[in-house]
């Protein structure tokens, strides 16, 4: 691991007579050499400051490695065999000293003003006060730099502060209410409380461990203003569609979740096979005989707004699937169709 000093530039930008906390960016990469220097240039070019950056190569083997050396001092790189992202952030956490964590995915980038703009927030909230975390919207651009329709957070905008433990109480598990790892921040208070988080079975969607735990066990604060870019191509396609975890994954959240309570004093209660969460990947995985008790159960036990909200969801993908499936039995009888994916 190399250890550089934090870069501070020239108080010339009205900076001098502020509290200049040390900010620290977590970059994780993986096999990501053609967006990588974009990446590490975003977090370079910040008009904050007091920043230090940290790359973490979670055992590259297409060249990222060397871009992170050209860098030398101006990084702290973290060189690590592979072992997914919940490694790769753990490593990045762990090497960091900054106040402010500000956690950004290789091929995403961050726009010159985000850590100025998360600095303030903090600092204008308390920053040492209590666990907090801040999400923000997060552009959506395709490899061209074009913007597409649509921002992560256009449909997670919420009263802030906000804490879900309450909600988890009486529906077992809790919306994810946050944006892509490149729109979250969190204060050292609460990365403390949070980390290391899992790391086997874990080699995607770490931040499903931070944003969860945080609504739980914290403040959570939404910002709509666009102050990271999201690249759109081939192998993260899947960004604004429905994302089914695997059993074990969901196992491991949920044991974690419940740890993170108990440590924090209160009841472990997440269970999401038991929430209606769940409806969703019961359709996905066509668990028709999981699904109709689980969905009656719930409907009536719990029989406010915010279920109804769900039963309904739910019934609009099931009709989805149904035309789907009848349209594929319409074609006609000498159509050549495409084999099946395994």
């Known amino acids: 691991m190399n250890r550089a000093s934090p870069i501070i530039r020239s108080h010339d930008e009205g900076w001098q007579t502020m509290h200049t906390p040390l900010a620290s960016i977590v970059i994780n990469n993986y096999n990501y050499a053609s967006f990588l220097k974009g990446a590490i240039e975003s977090a370079l070019d910040q008009t904050y400051p007091h920043i230090e950056i940290v790359v973490v190569d979670d055992g590259s083997s297409d060249g990222s490695r060397e871009i992170i050396a050209s860098y030398a001092d101006r990084v702290v790189s973290v060189l690590k065999e592979n072992g997914g992202q919940a490694s790769a952030l753990n490593a990045g956490v762990s090497a960091c000293r900054g106040e402010i964590l500000c956690f ?129 191509h081939g192998s993260n396609y899947w960004y604004d569609s429905d994302k089914s975890k695997t059993r074990d994954f969901r196992d491991v959240l949920d044991k974690y979740l419940n740890a993170k309570l108990v440590e924090d004093g209160k009841q472990p209660v997440i269970s999401f096979y038991d929430s209606m969460f769940a409806w969703s990947e019961f359709v996905d995985r066509r668990q028709w005989a999981k699904l109709a008790p689980h969905m009656l159960k719930l409907s009536w036990k719990q029989r406010d707004l915010f279920t109804a909200t769900y039963v309904w969801h739910t019934v609009v993908k099931i009709l989805r699937v149904y035309k789907r499936a009848l349209i594929q039995s319409m074609r006609a009888p000498g159509e050549v169709r495409s084999p099946s994916k395994s």
């Open 104 to 232: 950004l995915d290789s091929d995403d980038y961050f726009y010159p003003d985000k850590v100025a703009q998360v600095v303030d927030f903090f600092c204008s909230h308390g920053m040492n006060s209590k666990p907090m975390l801040l999400h923000h919207s997060v552009a959506v651009k395709n490899l061209a730099g074009d913007d597409l329709p649509g921002s992560f957070l256009a449909r997670r905008l919420h009263q802030s502060p906000m804490n879900l433990y309450d909600s988890a109480k009486r529906y077992r598990f809790l919306e994810y209410l946050g944006g892509p790892t490149t729109g979250i921040s969190i204060n050292r208070m609460l990365a403390d409380k949070l980390f290391p988080i899992p790391e086997k079975g874990v080699r995607v969607s770490a931040d499903d461990f931070i944003v969860y735990g945080s609504f739980l066990i914290a403040d959570a604060y939404s910002m709509n203003k666009r102050l990271s870019a999201y690249r759109l």
